[in-house]
């Protein structure tokens, strides 16, 4: 499956942005679909994910209550609504798709281009 993201940008503490990832090539719904992103010198981390059908999503800590994770089979597109943006949400961020729920970054077979978020203060 081939995935596009986009959405990213610059934005103000507090502020939101809304990503999207619109997927091709394979059945979108055979897949559980997930955010991660990637700071400057850290390594990648996860997100947020959701579960191909029932619309089950997680999430890491740090962005509980200020990001939603959000899919539409019908337009094969995942979102992440991030809202009350902090500095610390700065990073490059990637969609995924795997057919592994809640498995690691290694577990996911395809892999979007990733978008650029830069929260300033």
């Not at 081939?2 to 940008?9: D, E, K, R, V």
């Not at 997930?34 to 010198?41: E, H, L, M, S």
Request: charged residues 15%.
């Amino acid at each position: 499956v081939q995935l596009q993201a986009s959405g990213g940008g610059l934005v103000q503490a507090g502020g939101s942005l809304r990503l999207s990832c619109a997927a091709s090539g394979r059945t979108f719904s055979n897949y559980h679909m997930a955010w991660f992103r990637q700071a400057p010198g850290k390594e990648r981390e996860f997100v947020a994910a959701i579960s191909r059908n029932v619309g089950v999503s997680i999430y890491t800590g740090s962005v509980k209550g200020r990001f939603t994770i959000s899919r539409d089979n019908a337009k094969t597109t995942v979102f992440l609504q991030m809202d009350s943006l902090k500095p610390e949400d700065t990073a490059v961020y990637y969609c995924a798709a795997s057919d592994i729920w809640n498995g690691p970054a290694g577990a996911y077979d395809y892999w979007g281009q990733g978008t650029q978020v830069t929260v300033s203060s």
